[in-house]
């Protein structure tokens, strides 16, 4: 990535796309990074540099915003995630596939333009291994979220040997910010715990106490997505997804971590449909590949990130 690059952002509403803009439009400069969200928005995104309201599965909509700016990078984060799309099946499946491969025809004709599409750990299942599970292993999604991942996948890794289009993706863990709300997804409530801790002292946790699942702080997760758009790439030896992570916990460590900045707070456990999800994903993440190809590493542990999210949150005046 240089000053040259102009980049746009589809989803950038969502949790990844609100730090992703803010992070790009530091490196960059406002004016190469377009944001772009399904709905009119609000805030930094908006303010801060250019913003259309783009539907993703408007395909000629997004390639005509691809042409206006001569864009040389697309980020397409648009999705419906794990817990929400459980409730909207087949609109999950429509939007989640249309929009890449509307991305991926559009890099086919212009093979000048890299693509970033995320992908995740839903893609695994559960007769996939759960502790350090491998890069390569049994992908066994049960969920809409995790089966259109899966598919998405094996589409990028074809539009790149079929049609060399540069498409590049990571497996998503958990992701913590503080720069956005929860958005949907199985491993949000390690989002919203701490906006629960503030505000009220007290958490009612969808999760059972000991589900342990694999997250990330988002300046890590920003890291890598960077880190591996930045690679060369002959670097990039997988085109599928890669496997990144940077720690794994259960919702009862992490209350023991925020109890050591804030002791009163409590937290009970009232599981729902989100169990059986958490329960078909792995515990841990072997990223060994990620971290040997492109020098993937994370900053960031269960102490420091709970030390920087109540910092964060606190600054914003949430309580």
């Known amino acids: 990535m240089t000053k040259k690059d102009t980049v746009l952002i589809l ?18 400069g406002g004016s190469q990074v377009i944001a772009t969200d399904v709905r009119d928005q609000k805030g930094p995104i908006v303010e801060g540099g250019p913003f259309h309201v783009v539907d993703v599965m408007d395909g000629a909509a997004v390639a005509a915003i691809i042409n206006k700016y001569n864009v040389t990078q697309v980020y397409h984060l648009a999705a419906l995630l794990s817990a929400t799309a459980e409730k909207n099946p087949m609109f999950a499946w429509k939007l989640n596939m249309e929009g890449l491969f509307n991305i991926l025809d559009i890099a086919k004709a212009n093979t000048a333009v890299k693509i970033f599409w995320p992908s ?16 390569n292993t049994i992908m066994e999604p049960s969920t809409v979220y995790g089966i259109s991942k899966q598919a998405g ?9 079929k049609h060399k289009v540069d498409v590049r993706s990571i497996r998503y863990p958990g992701l913590i910010s503080y720069k956005s709300a929860p958005g949907g997804g199985t491993t949000d409530y390690a989002v919203d715990i701490f906006h629960k801790a503030l505000e009220a002292g007290t958490y009612e946790c969808f999760l059972e106490k ?15 997505t960077i880190s591996l758009m930045h690679a060369a790439a ?4 997988i085109r599928s997804s890669y496997n990144v992570a940077g720690m794994s916990f ?8 925020i109890r050591k900045h804030l002791p009163d707070f409590t937290i009970t456990y009232k599981p729902d449909f989100r169990q059986a999800i958490a329960e078909s994903w792995p515990a841990s993440i072997d990223d060994s590949m990620a971290r040997e190809h492109w ?25």
């Not at 002959?234 to 030896?237: I, L």
């Open 11 to 28: 989803g950038a509403a969502g949790q990844i796309g609100t730090d992703l803009v803010l992070r790009l439009r530091e490196d960059l």
């Open 120 to 135: 995740s750990i839903a893609v695994f299942g559960p007769t996939t291994p759960r502790d350090h599970t491998p890069q």
């Open 153 to 161: 996948e094996r589409w990028c890794e074809y539009y790149f040997r």
């Open 210 to 224: 000991n589900t342990t699942l694999p997250m990330m702080y988002m300046p890590d997760a920003l890291d890598a």
């Open 234 to 237: 002959d670097k990039v030896k």
């Open 250 to 257: 259960d919702p009862e460590t992490i209350s023991n971590e």
């Open 295 to 319: 020098g993937w590493k994370e900053k960031f542990n269960l102490a420091t990130m709970t030390t920087d999210m109540l910092m964060n949150l606190k600054a914003q005046k949430v309580i």
